[in-house]
């Protein structure tokens, strides 16, 4: 059975800093994309950043040059630096992977989500 835990969410004011991490677990035989997604409430959930396996990144325009996404394929982590925060990032934020199992080809699997609220 495979998880994704999160950590590294809270509250921060305006400005400030958080580093979330996720971790893989379970039988994995690879990990393709990683990827951070978030939900704020009342809207649906988009994508923040991915990098696939050989490190190439992807993000949406709102956090282009505030947030950087890394992993460590030794490790099966992703994790998402988050810099200059602002009011609108406030969010649940989900840690998503794309990996195959040995009983299951490619599929998509998500953390349970850590609350940030950007505030002061």
């Known amino acids: 059975q495979v998880q994704l835990v999160e950590s590294g969410g809270g509250l921060v004011q305006p400005g400030g800093s958080l580093r979330l991490s996720c971790a893989a677990s379970?039988?994995?035989?690879?990990?393709?994309?990683m990827g951070w997604y978030r939900q704020a409430p009342g809207k649906q959930r988009e994508l923040v950043a991915t990098?696939?396996?050989?490190?190439?990144?992807n993000y949406v325009d709102s956090v282009k040059g505030r947030f950087t996404i890394s992993r460590d394929n030794a490790k099966n982590t992703v994790d998402l630096q988050m810099n200059s925060l602002k009011p609108e990032d406030t969010a649940v934020y989900y840690c998503?992977?794309?990996?195959?199992?040995?009983?299951?080809?490619?599929?998509?699997?998500w953390g349970q989500g850590t609350q940030v609220t950007v505030s002061s």
């Open positions: 379970g039988t994995i035989v690879s990990i393709y994309t």
């Open positions: 990098i696939t396996s050989d490190g190439s990144t």
């Open positions: 998503n992977a794309d990996l195959m199992t040995p009983w299951q080809q490619r599929s998509g699997y």
